[in-house]
DNA sequence: CAGTGGTCTAGACCACCTT
DNA sequence: AGGTGGTCTAGACCACTGA
């Protein structure tokens, strides 16, 4: 294991990705137990406490269980990239296949007092609003609507986000998500929503609605979003403490 | 701040309680900053790291926001629950919803390929099969099939089934989920579907895939659950680190 | 520049599990 | 009894922010 002290990524953070590696090149294979921290610690030459964060954030991402008095052991090789606040575009990407963006809308207008509210702006105020179509390979996968903060999405075009997913760009321009609230359920296609994705009225769709904080606590993006349900699934993996 | 050194539960862990305390009880406010860590800590009587374990625990939920060389400041007073690994059962009761069960289907028997591979068994070998539908206030809301490995599921019956959530009777039974993987999605109800939850045919349904991991690592539950699209939602909180 | 949170270390004691 | 992970402390240094 090759550490760099001196370098800007924390010593527990190099130590968590080299063992996640070693996990997932099969190396270390599910059901192994490893080493107690002592030996760890010695054997990467970091002290204890920095040992244990490194293996503590492959047990809060699911990847290692640990008992007290028995050991740690690896649960799965499996390394499912936490959705997190990726976007969808970044989602098919790595599923290899071709990603793609139809703008149907960007434009800044006054917002009304529902969006107003959940952005903590005062009604009236303007707001950007995105309307985009998302296809994979071509083929239309989902109807996503965005309500941005202004100061967020300024001077966002809609050539560059034919080619980039939105969060893609706007880190860009610093803005980061930090906390995503999102509620997921499911609905029936409408005659539009149908038209829009080349499927039949009343199909079901994937609901998202999401509220996303930035590191400061204020709320600069709502978004309700549509999938097709037959194209697209959510996956995400919850570990008890 | 009242703490007990000497109790079982850890000391981070009870500041950790009592600080979400005074953020849901609006002692302190969204927007407020709190004091600098080593303030906090010597204010609770403990170390820094140990404020900032407690602190840190109450981040990773999106209540607080931390920022280096400015501070910490209180996000929402939301307290969201942590849909977590509880059940269904649970999260109609905190809704103030009378909830109910009604077993159809409780039986051992050998399980084919695809449960097999999924709970590390042997084809063939015997497994519990549980289906049940889900009331709230006495109207039918899930349909939840749940494949259960012998051993965890020894000695449950129909009646005790009725009166308490699934996963409440294993826990009893020194059964803890650890790790739970889910797959999110949507489809049409079917004829059967909709006859069992008073809906009409091709009704949305919220589908939910999960996999069950006890803390040795080994899966426990498999489990397929639909939901009456117009009677739940999923609600995730996502923080990034 | 002063103040903040982020990282890292060294060592101590304890609760728990296995044998 | 011996080994494991879990908790807690004390102190040091650094990176970043804002006035």
Redesign the interface.
Known sequence: MSLSPSSPVPLYHQVATQLEQAIASGQLP??AMLPNELDLAQSWGVSRPTARRAIQQLVDR?LL?R?RGVGT????AQI?R?S??TSLYEEIIEAHRTPGTRVIELTEHPCDEQVAELLELAPGSPVVHLHRVRLADGEPMAIMKNWLRPEAAGGLNAAELEGNGLYRLLHDRQV?????????????ASRQQAKVLGIGV?????TVDVVI?D???TCFDLGRHVYD?SR?????????H
């Open positions: 599910k059901g699911g269980v008992r052991q690896v649960v799965a499912r936490q997190a606040l980061r998500p930090r906390v995503a609230d999102r509620v997921i359920g499911a609905c029936a009343g199909a079901p769709l994937v904080r590191e400061r606590g349900a697209y699934t959510i996956e995400t993996r919850t570990v008890q």
